[in-house]
Structures are given as C-alpha cells and as structure tokens.
T-cell receptor
Framework: GQQVMQIPQYQHVQEGEDFTTYCNSS?????IQWYKQRPGGHPVFLIQ?????EVKKQKRLTFQFGEAKKNSSLHITATQTTDVGTYFC???????????FGTGTRLTVIP | DAGITQSPRYKITETGRQVTLMCHQT?????MFWYRQDLGHGLRLIYY???????DKGEVPDGYVVSRSKTENFPLTLESATRSQTSVYFC???????????FGDGTRLSIL
C-alpha cells in the first residue's frame, strides 16, 4: 500500500520564525503537489513538482523535490499570521491512478 | 472555487437513514473525487470518476455509493448511515489525473 509520512503533525511558531514541513514516501513519486487548508476552509492547490531535485519559490514559500523523487519539503521564511493552516502534500506514485494525501502539518503562528 | 459547489454545507441525520451529498462543477472537468476528512487521517479518497458513467473505488469505499450520469454532477450516497461516517466530505475535480485538484467548500455531516 501507499506509505506517505508527513512531519511534523503540528508546529507552533512565533511570527517571524521559519517553518518547514516534510513529506516522505517509501516509493518513487511521479508527481507531488502541495495544498493549504485554512481553518474551516477547503484545500487549495499551491504548487506541483515533477522533476528530480526541483526547487520552486512562491514569495516566502520554497518547495523542493528530492533527488530520488521520494521526498519533498515546504519551507516558509518569516512566517506571518496569514500562514496559519494545515499544509498537505499529495503524491502520485509511479504507476498509480490517483493522488494520495499525507496527513498534513497544522501550522499555528503566534503573533 | 466558484466552479465547484457542494450541498448541503451541513447535515445532521440519524443512523440507518439514507443521505445524499451533492457535487456540481461547471468546468467540464473529466475527473471528480470524493474525500472524507477526519482528524489524524488527512484526506482519504472514497470514490472517483474519470468520466461520465465511469466510477471506481478509492481507499475507503465501504458504505458509500456514487453515480455519474452527467459530467458535471457526482453525488455521493450513504445508503444506511452509521456514526463512523460522521466526517467532513469534500468533492474535488480536475481536468487530468495528475493535475491540481479543485475542491468544493465541503459538507459537514453528523450522524447521531
């Protein structure tokens, strides 16, 4: 079966501190996507990574795809209160038909 | 996303009742999905559909039925609701299997 681990499960940071969440798979991935879900909201697509070693940036967010295409990270520089929410990775394993969502990392930012 | 709507937003029902959750999208996306979200489990796929009249099971299909007679609609039915089906249900759509998914606002379902 699919094995996708997302860590940490929870993270509390002071506003201005950095934050990183990691997504690890036991098998090679074709594609990884990151989503953000605000409290009470629905998941919203952030970015998609498909190439080994790929790095993409969106303002203060940096996304990386591992060289072996088995892991990924999302890093937020200088968190703001607007970053609060749960961040999910969603993976498409090689040969699979559907995305498999990680359990998410819930980020709390303390003003 | 205004292009995908779920109804109702909230529903309370009793065990053993049948309940149908509706999902409608205006993008003509081929793929549609139903997920349930529970604390500690993230999003788990219940059923998906690759096109009208084509549906397939996901990770947790037991106790659920789906249909897709039209591209834009993908209803989810709990034929005999159980307390373990209390959850938040999200519908999503995408034009391609590996492409980003667009989610509806969700239905919060409570089964007493």
């Amino acid at each position: 079966g699919q094995q996708v681990m997302q860590i940490p499960q929870y993270q509390h940071v002071q506003e201005g501190e950095d934050f990183t969440t990691y997504c690890n798979s036991s098998t090679t991935l074709s594609n990884i996507q990151w989503y953000k879900q605000r409290p009470g909201g629905h998941p919203v697509f952030l970015i998609q990574l498909v190439k080994s070693g790929e790095v993409k940036k969106q303002k203060r967010l940096t996304f990386q795809f591992g060289e072996a295409k088995k892991n990924s990270s999302l890093h937020i520089t200088a968190t703001q209160t607007t970053d609060v929410g749960t961040y999910f990775c969603a993976v498409l394993q090689t040969g699979a038909n559907n995305l498999f969502f990680g359990t998410g990392t819930r980020l709390t930012v303390i003003p | 996303d205004a292009g995908i709507t779920q109804s109702p937003r909230y529903k309370i029902t009793e065990t053993g009742r049948q309940v149908t959750l509706m999902c409608h999208q205006t993008w003509s996306h081929s793929y549609m999905f139903w997920y349930r979200q529970d604390l500690g489990h993230g999003l788990r796929l219940i059923y998906y559909s690759a096109a009208a009249d084509i549906t397939d099971k996901g990770e947790v299909p037991d106790g659920y039925v789906v249909s897709r007679s039209k591209t834009e609609n993908f209803p989810l039915t709990l034929e005999s609701a159980t307390r373990s089906q209390t959850s938040v249900y999200f519908c999503a759509s995408t034009p391609g299997q590996a492409q980003p998914q667009h989610f509806g606002d969700g239905t919060r379902l409570s089964i007493l």
